[in-house]
């Protein structure tokens, strides 16, 4: 970015670009350079960023500042850039290969990819999909995509372009339209994975409950151009049944679905139900987290039999917690060859019985004749 005065006004202020890397600014008055948290200290209003300069700074009387830095330019991200890749020349990984390196790198386990403003993109909404699992070998992710809504504007038109789209997996959970919030319009999948988070914050970081029928506290749902979008019951509902959520104004916009991408085509219960698959995403992943220690130590029948009893104590744990209604891990002799005995190869089998949403509550209602019989 080229020098830009800016003017001061009590000592404050902000600078009319959002795009400014700030690691980078570099701040003069009157030709001199100032220090931030020395002369002034540095805040943002609505991404802008605000220049307030201290009392006992060198520039406390100042009425212009000169701000100069580098800035970001989001023109040149294009999906390409998200999908990214390996550079066989270098060795590194870029945009959504290097998903691998977020367990190496931070020691924590990815749960939910999102990619605002381009996973409505066929060609990334495919690689989002196919990195949702593998992951270093031994993780899965779930992930959020979005549908086009300058190509689907219509609720009627969803499972034509679902197809055109290619989602399919029981990882992935579509959201159709976007989403308004102060004027500013956002991206559904931006919505839905803070509602995701915030479910699961209050379910003590357990992903077994929906998103579906929370708040998702956005002002109207709309499609790109900032044109409303007001679906009823009904019409939400049959956006749902090709696998796709949607927000529905009930008291407050909520996000409403609880089926993955792969339905309809699947009925199979764990596919079927994103939460469900959420579920035993998670416990796939604590499962390798909590035994990876064991690998390596002594194979025999009491060192598994301990892994199995710790395995059902916490188990145990989620059925007295209602998280689900059953879990358990069984070792079956059956299962291993002779081989896979010599070799040190443990097969356990994982049982789990999460509970499925809540779809529909129907009364039905009589007229009680009877009780106008009864003599007052």
């Not at 830095?69 to 390996?86: A, K, L, R, W």
């Not at 309809?264 to 596919?271: H, Q, R």
């Not at 002779?338 to 999460?354: E, F, V, W, Y």
Request: glycine share 6%.
């Amino acid at each position: 970015m080229d020098d830009l005065t800016v003017p001061v006004v009590n000592r404050v202020a902000t600078i009319p670009n959002r795009n400014l890397i700030t690691t980078t600014m570099k701040v003069t008055a009157d030709g001199a350079e100032l220090v931030n948290n020395k002369d002034y200290v540095l805040t943002f209003d609505e991404d802008f960023p605000v220049i307030t300069l201290l009392l006992a700074g060198s520039a406390a009387e100042s009425t212009e500042l000169v701000v100069s830095g580098d800035q970001v330019d989001p023109s040149m991200i294009t999906e390409d850039t998200v999908i990214g890749g390996y550079d066989a020349e270098t060795g590194t990984e870029s945009g959504l290969e290097a998903i691998r390196k977020i367990y190496p790198v931070l020691n924590v386990v990815g749960a939910v990819l999102a990619a605002p403003g381009f996973s409505h993109h066929p060609k990334v909404a495919a690689v989002m999909q196919s990195k949702c699992e593998h992951i270093n070998g031994n993780f899965t992710m779930d992930c959020l995509i979005d549908v086009d809504t300058e190509k689907c504007k219509r609720y009627d038109d969803i499972q034509r372009y679902k197809e055109e789209l290619g989602v399919s997996s029981k990882h992935a959970y579509v959201i159709l339209p976007m989403a308004k919030k102060d004027g500013k319009v956002l991206y559904g999948s931006a919505v839905v994975a803070a509602t995701v988070e915030e479910t699961d914050a209050a379910n003590n970081d357990m992903p077994n409950v929906s998103p579906s029928n929370k708040l998702a506290y956005i002002d109207e749902a709309c499609l790109a151009d900032g044109t409303t979008v007001l679906l009823d019951m009904q019409q939400a509902n049959a956006v749902n049944a090709y696998g796709v959520a949607t927000f529905l104004n009930m008291d407050g916009y909520r996000v409403w679905g609880n089926y993955s991408a792969a339905y309809p085509e699947t009925k199979v219960l764990d596919e079927k139900y994103w939460s469900v698959n959420r579920f035993f995403t998670w416990k796939g992943n604590t499962f390798v987290l909590d035994c990876v220690n064991r690998i390596d130590t002594i194979n025999n029948i009491r060192a598994i039999e301990a892994l199995v009893d710790e395995e059902n104590l916490k188990c145990n744990s989620y059925v007295s917690a209602g998280v689900c209604a059953g879990a358990s891990v069984e070792f079956r002799r059956e299962d291993h060859s002779t081989d896979d005995i010599m070799c040190g190869n443990i097969k356990l089998h994982i049982s789990l019985a999460p509970y499925l949403p809540m779809e529909a509550i129907t009364a039905l209602m009589d007229f009680d004749l009877s009780a106008l019989k009864v003599p007052v």
